[in-house]
């Protein structure tokens, strides 16, 4: 069974500070995707990363993709209010997503 | 474009009811895939239905079950409703190529009383 494990679980930090969350599975994805769900809402699609060691940036959020492609992390800069809801990877197989568990974000004003 | 819908939105039963979950994709995506969300368990993979024909499923027991329509839509049925059955069931569309984007809908939570 392949496995996805998002850290931290909840992370509750002040308008302006930096913070990363990881994302470790136990074997090797097609691909890694990031979705951020706020309350009331399905999942929305952030990034997806393919290749090992790829890096992309989306504003102030920036995704890596381990070399090995079983690891991923999401560093936001300058975290503001509008940032606060659940992050989750997923792992592309076969005809379906393997999700982590999530990290919920609240970055208080 | 219209995104993914899902009907109905909230939904209460009793223990040992079924019930059935709608969820129409966006158009021109011929693949939809249901996901059952728990605070405890997250997000996990039920099944995925394209063009008519399941191609996927989850480590779900039998009283979870789907179907789709030439229309692309599908439904969801779960039979004999359990306590911990309760949760946001999430449809999401895509056009069926392995590891490309799914568009999630907004759920419908079903809370079993």
């Known amino acids: 069974t392949q496995l996805l494990e998002q850290s931290p679980q909840f992370l509750s930090i002040q308008e302006g500070e930096n913070l990363t969350v990881y994302c470790n599975s136990s074997?090797?994805?097609?691909?890694l995707q990031w979705y951020r769900q706020e309350p009331g809402e399905g999942p929305v699609l952030l990034v997806t990363?393919?290749?090992?060691?790829e890096v992309k940036k989306l504003k102030r959020l920036t995704f890596q993709f381990g070399d090995a492609r079983k690891d991923s992390s999401l560093h936001i800069t300058a975290a503001q209010p509008g940032d606060t809801g659940l992050y989750l990877c997923?792992?592309?197989?076969?005809?379906?997503?393997?999700f982590g568990k999530g990290t919920k974000l609240s970055v208080i004003p | 474009k219209a995104g993914v819908t899902q009907t109905p939105r909230y939904l209460i039963k009793t223990r040992g009811q079924q019930v059935t979950l709608s969820c129409s994709p966006i158009?021109?995506?011929?693949?939809v895939s249901w996901y059952q969300q728990t605070p405890g368990q997250g997000l996990q993979f039920l099944f995925e239905?394209?063009?008519?024909?399941?191609?996927n499923k989850g480590n779900f027991p039998g009283r979870f079950s789907g179907r789709q329509f030439s229309n692309s839509r599908s439904e969801m049925n779960v039979s004999t409703l359990e306590l911990g059955d309760s949760a946001l069931y999430l449809c999401?569309?895509?056009?069926?190529?392995?590891?490309?984007?799914?568009?999630f809908g907004p759920g419908t939570r079903l809370l079993v009383l």
């Open positions: 999401a569309s895509s056009l069926g190529v392995p590891g490309e984007t799914q568009y």
């Open positions: 074997s090797v994805f097609s691909s």
């Open positions: 990363v393919v290749t090992g060691g």
């Open positions: 997923a792992g592309a197989g076969s005809y379906q997503l393997t």
């Open positions: 158009s021109g995506h011929r693949s």
């Open positions: 239905y394209f063009s008519e024909t399941q191609r």
